[in-house]
């Protein structure tokens, strides 16, 4: 039997066996690595790492590039906050997932400031993002917390998008270039923008809402678009 296990081990993807996990802790001491960044600079497809409870800021906890299929998830039971401190004179966003299926969970993102995407920005990827909250976060041309586009798909579930602001298109979150968003059990509240006060999507780029709430948007309406595919609308609620 114990010769049946062992071969049975032998024949699982190396990438199974070796995975790691990494701890980074607000404090920069006590953990794997001080910062995310680092962290994410030593993991690889397949890796988690988990962020402590408390705030992480400054350089190496915001503008972290992810290109690796990693997981980024809350490791514990109060969530951590990343703290981008981002303005118009000193834009900075908490991270920029490129080309990867990259897993977020359980994260607060604040105080972000970029052109686009304003927390996060997704370019050309498959990843998912479920129980994280977006507060008051800005961006100058499109998503105030997200932009995503370049034939992106992204799942994003049981999140909160509350106090996000665009000057221009999609308050909480801009969805550009034939990429495919599907929003599952969110709330969005006070988010505002000229276009979209919670989404915007044009480009081909399509949004799927199920089981969502939109509450409460300032200036534009709570969905805009322009040459957008389609946006659907199911078991949720609107309103002004």
């Known amino acids: 039997m114990r010769s049946l296990l062992l071969f049975a081990l032998l024949l699982l993807p190396a990438t199974i066996l ?11 001491t006590g953990g794997t690595h001080p910062t995310i960044a680092a962290a994410v600079a030593d993991a690889e497809d397949g890796d988690t790492i988990f962020l402590m409870a408390g705030t992480l800021s400054g350089p190496g906890n915001r503008d972290v590039l992810v290109d690796r299929d990693i997981d980024i998830l809350n490791g514990e039971v109060e969530s951590p906050v990343i703290d981008c401190g981002g303005s118009p004179s000193e834009p900075h966003r908490a991270l920029i997932l490129e080309y990867c299926d990259a897993l977020l969970s359980g994260l607060v993102m604040r105080g972000g400031y ?11 990827g498959a990843p998912t993002i479920e129980y994280c909250v977006f507060e008051n976060n800005t ?64 480009q081909d780029a399509t949004i799927a809402i199920e089981r969502c709430i939109l509450a409460f948007g300032h200036e534009g309406a709570a969905t805009a678009g322009y040459y957008s595919g389609p946006v659907t609308l199911a078991c949720s609620d609107v309103f002004a």
């Open 18 to 28: 070796a995975s790691e996990e990494f701890t980074v802790y607000p404090s920069g």
């Open 114 to 124: 970029a052109d686009n995407g304003g927390a996060v920005r997704i370019e050309e």
């Open 139 to 202: 961006a100058g041309s499109a998503g105030g917390a997200l932009h995503i586009f370049e034939d992106s798909q992204v799942l994003v579930t049981e999140c909160v998008f509350a106090g996000n602001y665009c000057e221009d298109a999609g308050g909480a979150i801009s969805n550009d270039q034939e990429s495919s968003l599907t929003l599952e059990r969110c709330s969005f509240l006070y988010n505002g923008a000229a276009q979209g006060g919670h989404l915007y999507s044009r």
